[in-house]
């Protein structure tokens, strides 16, 4: 079967909706389907993409690299792209692809596809419209204020006003009146502060209209349906969002790990309200007119109600998603419920939805993918451990297994639906519950598989995460001849410890040996090795090192900073920590002084708008001992407005990163690529979070000229050889395209491997392209190879 996924969109979910449109390239091409990209962009011009496109880069790459190099499809040749395939699975959120407009295209063409009619899109769309339609037929809703971009100022303030005398309402909630992933969503008190939050909706460009509702109190749940071949829906077990130390569910929440959240799947809720629920949600799919799948977010109000807040048309779709959890809570992979949803709709219309597998080799290696940990990384740890896992499952000669290390060296095994929380704490917790949580599941799936016509789940099924110690993990890995894909970031992981006792036990993994990854997880000592180059073109910041016990001296310390490292404004960040985390830019010894009183008293994080430049909330490390101060380097602007690349010289320095690969003391630079990020410092969502951030790879020749990438290579080789890197690593530079010279910032001796990190979008652009599943493959191939070369008789009894 032929699939054309649709993605992109106008609207601020379009970097969700391509990751979307990756999952569904990543779990159905395996099933022997071919998958067909179509990205729209923001002026909903159509473009047809080759499947490595698809993987490289967010949307600012996306409409700025399409614009400049490729033509638009006419509405005829997009139509005749969507003809030369079977289906069509349209995968934007919000307008266009969830409001009924492009399904009403695919309609007047009579052109099959996955989802919900036109006219159920637009019912649902709107959640005013939604709200009445729901009214009008008698289900529970919550009143709600509607304000127009349209009206004047003081018109929304006396709509408002009225709305809350009406009511008794003491909190409430603004939210876009269309639209999806919490964007724009505001708590407030006062009228006052429901219009000033509804004129930044219109402000941020989240709709031209704004609702006003009652703040919930009670908890909050979403709950994904499926249809059966009957037309039946068949509400899955339903998952329930707990916020912790917060009263909204932001679209920070959704998208990036953080422990300001947890999801519970089954929710804590008992049987009855579960079924109550589910039964709510099947009946609102069908009057709707729904099909296929959707996703249904609601409320268990204190006062024992049900009510359903807003309607999915088509669900999110990330490695992690609601449909995923959901999906796997009974028995199905990713590849298994795109399939069910897929396959559902293809049967819809007569199509034969047969599967052609990718078929394993007769004993392919075992893989243990590792990740987790205890320190500021260990979200972004969770996110590359859980991708490597996804991706390296479709591998013929690969059997990944998902294991997270916890506190105390504590290792656990998980099973398929354990993987998929939110964040290693989360996980965790879940380990702890999992013999409660499988006894329920095995009571509350087996009838939802009846319904759907899945077969019974065989008796070993659904099983619990096995505990063990890291010792114990290290002697299975050596017993089974199993290599040991380490997904972790910072700590034991990135220091050289755990290299240290994978080779006492001859255990092959990724990256690099003991000795460079010690070295490159200090960046102190990383910058004494490349100024001991005496290179004049690679060259490393000079570097002063504070701790947090130092705040009460923190006037000195900054003056003497200043002078020594001649910079007005410095850097600061962990000696031995990456990911962004703890890095900020300082401008005064008052900031500083703040910042090292926030470690001293242990905080987790610095709230946004605490120092000047800051612009989002800063995780700070909860190990780290040794902070370095740095010069500020003073980068030329890089912008893309609009769909033009903007810049603005002043000094000649450029933040670039550019992975490399390393096979036998052969180093092989990929593509550089220009950072851009929206604040001073890349922030860990620019770095790691789906659609966000730009990355130009490779630099436009207007920045950075051909002889200047050759050069930046070069050295990024020279670099990695003298840090006796191996396997991959990615390395950080600022470069000066006045002077030639390279500045190396950090080397990532295990950079991060989350679905949207650079380091694929480099592999891509390599002749011939790399795809991340290639890519991953060669990093494992080169750990056995180096294995083997190293310890061809390893003594793995001894276990030192």
């Given at each position: 079967?032929?699939?054309?996924?649709?993605?992109?969109?106008?609207?601020?979910?379009?970097?969700?909706?391509?990751?979307?449109?990756?999952?569904?390239?990543?779990?159905?091409?395996?099933?022997?389907?071919?998958?067909?990209?179509?990205?729209?962009?923001?002026?909903?011009?159509?473009?047809?993409?080759?499947?490595?496109?698809?993987?490289?880069?967010?949307?600012?790459?996306?409409?700025?690299?399409?614009?400049?190099?490729?033509?638009?499809?006419?509405?005829?040749?997009?139509?005749?792209?969507?003809?030369?395939?079977?289906?069509?699975?349209?995968?934007?959120?919000?307008?266009?692809?969830?409001?009924?407009?492009?399904?009403?295209?695919?309609?007047?063409?009579?052109?099959?596809?996955?989802?919900?009619?036109?006219?159920?899109?637009?019912?649902?769309?709107?959640?005013?419209?939604?709200?009445?339609?729901?009214?009008?037929?008698?289900?529970?809703?919550?009143?709600?204020?509607?304000?127009?971009?349209?009206?004047?100022?003081?018109?929304?303030?006396?709509?408002?006003?009225?709305?809350?005398?009406?009511?008794?309402?003491?909190?409430?909630?603004?939210?876009?009146?269309?639209?999806?992933?919490?964007?724009?969503?505001?708590?407030?008190?006062?009228?006052?502060?429901?219009?000033?939050?509804?004129?930044?909706?219109?402000?941020?460009?989240?709709?031209?209209?704004?609702?006003?509702?009652?703040?919930?109190?009670?908890?909050?749940?979403?709950?994904?349906?499926?249809?059966?071949?009957?037309?039946?829906?068949?509400?899955?077990?339903?998952?329930?969002?707990?916020?912790?130390?917060?009263?909204?569910?932001?679209?920070?929440?959704?998208?990036?790990?953080?422990?300001?959240?947890?999801?519970?799947?089954?929710?804590?809720?008992?049987?009855?309200?579960?079924?109550?629920?589910?039964?709510?949600?099947?009946?609102?799919?069908?009057?709707?007119?729904?099909?296929?799948?959707?996703?249904?977010?609601g409320w268990l109000l204190d006062d024992g109600r049900v009510i359903f807040s807003d309607f999915n048309p088509i669900s999110g779709m990330e490695q992690n998603s609601y449909l995923f959890i959901q999906g796997s809570r009974l028995g199905l992979t990713h590849g298994g419920m795109l399939r069910q949803i897929v396959g559902h709709a293809a049967r819809r219309y007569g199509i034969d939805d047969a599967v052609n597998p990718v078929m394993k080799i007769a004993k392919p290696r075992g893989i243990r993918v590792l990740f987790g940990g205890e320190t500021a990384e260990r979200q972004v740890s969770l996110m590359s451990g859980t991708n490597v896992w996804l991706k390296l499952l479709h591998s013929r000669d690969y059997a990944p297994e998902p294991y997270i290390l916890g506190p105390k060296d504590e290792v656990w095994h998980l099973p398929y639906s354990f993987t998929l929380n939110h964040t290693v704490e989360e996980i965790l917790a879940r380990c702890a519950e999992a013999e409660g949580i499988v006894a329920r599941l095995k009571l509350l799936v087996p009838p939802l598989r009846q319904r759907l016509g899945l077969p019974p789940l065989a008796a070993n099924a659904l099983t619990s995460p096995r505990r063990m110690s890291?010792?114990?993990?290290?002697?299975?890995?050596?017993?089974?001849?199993?290599?040991?894909?380490?997904?972790?970031?910072?700590?034991?992981?990135?220091?050289?410890?755990?290299?240290?006792?994978?080779?006492?036990?001859?255990?092959?993994?990724?990256?690099?040996?003991?000795?460079?990854?010690?070295?490159?997880?200090?960046?102190?000592?990383?910058?004494?090795?490349?100024?001991?180059?005496?290179?004049?073109?690679?060259?490393?910041?000079?570097?002063?090192?504070?701790?947090?016990?130092?705040?009460?001296?923190?006037?000195?310390?900054?003056?003497?900073?200043?002078?020594?490292?001649?910079?007005?404004?410095?850097?600061?960040?962990?000696?031995?920590?990456?990911?962004?985390?703890?890095?900020?830019?300082?401008?005064?010894?008052?900031?500083?002084?703040?910042?090292?009183?926030?470690?001293?008293?242990?905080?987790?994080?610095?709230?946004?708008?605490?120092?000047?430049?800051?612009?989002?909330?800063?995780?700070?490390?909860?190990?780290?001992?040794?902070?370095?101060?740095?010069?500020?380097?003073?980068?030329?602007?890089?912008?893309?407005?609009?769909?033009?690349?903007?810049?603005?010289?002043?000094?000649?320095?450029?933040?670039?990163?550019?992975?490399?690969?390393?096979?036998?003391?052969?180093?092989?630079?990929?593509?550089?690529?220009?950072?851009?990020?929206?604040?001073?410092?890349?922030?860990?969502?620019?770095?790691?979070?789906?659609?966000?951030?730009?990355?130009?790879?490779?630099?436009?020749?207007?920045?950075?000229?051909?002889?200047?990438?050759?050069?930046?290579?070069?050295?990024?080789?020279?670099?990695?050889?003298?840090?006796?890197?191996?396997?991959?690593?990615?390395?950080?530079?600022?470069?000066?395209?006045?002077?030639?010279?390279?500045?190396?910032?950090?080397?990532?001796?295990?950079?991060?491997?989350?679905?949207?990190?650079?380091?694929?979008?480099?592999?891509?652009?390599?002749?011939?392209?790399?795809?991340?599943?290639?890519?991953?493959?060669?990093?494992?191939?080169?750990?056995?190879?180096?294995?083997?070369?190293?310890?061809?008789?390893?003594?793995?009894?001894?276990?030192?």
């Open positions: 079967m032929r699939v054309s996924v649709i993605c992109g969109g106008p609207s601020a979910e379009r970097g969700i909706s391509l990751n979307s449109a990756r999952s569904v390239m990543d779990h159905l091409t395996p099933l022997g389907w071919d998958v067909v990209p179509v990205y729209c962009d923001l002026d909903r011009q159509f473009y047809r993409l080759s499947p490595s496109q698809l993987y490289s880069n967010t949307p600012s790459d996306f409409d700025f690299k399409l614009a400049h190099t490729a033509r638009p499809l006419t509405q005829a040749q997009l139509i005749a792209t969507c003809r030369e395939t079977d289906i069509v699975f349209p995968a934007i959120h919000g307008s266009l692809g969830e409001d009924g407009e492009l399904q009403e295209l695919l309609e007047a063409h009579e052109i099959p596809f996955v989802g919900s009619p036109s006219k159920s899109c637009r019912l649902m769309f709107d959640k005013a419209i939604a709200n009445k339609h729901m009214a009008m037929h008698g289900f529970a809703t919550l009143p709600n204020c509607r304000v127009d971009q349209t009206d004047a100022p003081m018109e929304r303030l006396r709509k408002i006003g009225e709305f809350f005398a009406q009511h008794h309402i003491k909190k409430a909630v603004v939210k876009p009146a269309a639209g999806g992933s919490s964007l724009g969503v505001a708590s407030v008190t006062t009228p006052d502060e429901a219009a000033a939050r509804a004129a930044d909706i219109f402000d941020q460009h989240h709709g031209d209209q704004a609702l006003v509702e009652p703040y919930c109190e009670g908890r909050e749940f979403t709950v994904v349906v499926l249809q059966n071949d009957a037309g039946e829906p068949v509400a899955l077990v339903p998952t329930e969002i707990e916020l912790i130390g917060g009263d909204l569910f932001t679209f920070r929440h959704k998208y990036l790990p953080t422990c300001h959240v947890e999801y519970h799947c089954p929710p804590r809720f008992d049987d009855e309200i579960v079924a109550r629920i589910q039964k709510a949600a099947e009946v609102l799919f069908s009057f709707f007119g729904m099909r296929d799948f959707s996703r249904l977010d890291l010792d114990q993990f290290c002697r299975e890995a050596a017993d089974e001849k199993s290599f040991v894909f380490i997904a972790l970031h910072g700590g034991e992981g990135e220091d050289g410890t755990l290299q240290a006792k994978l080779d006492g036990f001859g255990i092959a993994y990724n990256g690099s040996d003991v000795d460079a990854s010690r070295l490159c997880m200090d960046k102190n000592a990383t910058g004494a090795v490349i100024n001991g180059l005496k290179d004049p073109l690679l060259v490393s910041a000079q570097k002063i090192i504070v701790t947090a016990g130092q705040a009460p001296n923190a006037a000195q310390i900054w003056e003497n900073a200043v002078a020594t490292l001649g910079s007005p404004d410095i850097l600061i960040k962990p000696q031995s920590d990456g990911c962004s985390a703890g890095v900020v830019r300082l401008t005064s010894a008052r900031e500083l002084a703040l910042y090292l009183q926030a470690l001293a008293r242990g905080d987790a994080m610095l709230p946004a708008g605490t120092l000047m430049h800051q612009v989002h909330m800063i995780d700070l490390p909860s190990h780290a001992e040794s902070f370095m101060l740095e010069p500020f380097i003073v980068t030329d602007e890089i912008h893309i407005v609009g769909l033009e690349l903007v810049h603005k010289p002043k000094t000649g320095w450029i933040e670039l990163t550019v992975g490399v690969m390393e096979r036998n003391g052969h180093y092989h630079a990929l593509s550089p690529s220009i950072t851009v990020a929206s604040g001073s410092v890349l922030s860990l969502e620019e770095k790691f979070q789906g659609g966000t951030g730009v990355n130009l790879t490779p630099p436009p020749a207007t920045i950075i000229v051909a002889r200047q990438i050759e050069l930046i290579k070069m050295k990024i080789e020279q670099t990695a050889k003298a840090l006796g890197i191996q396997g991959y690593a990615r390395i950080d530079i600022f470069f000066n395209t006045k002077t030639d010279q390279s500045l190396v910032i950090e080397a990532n001796s295990l950079p991060g491997l989350t679905p949207s990190t650079v380091i694929y979008h480099q592999a891509l652009a390599e002749l011939p392209p790399l795809t991340p599943q290639e890519f991953l493959s060669r990093l494992v191939e080169y750990g056995i190879e180096r294995r083997a070369i190293s310890s061809p008789h390893p003594l793995v009894s001894s276990g030192v």
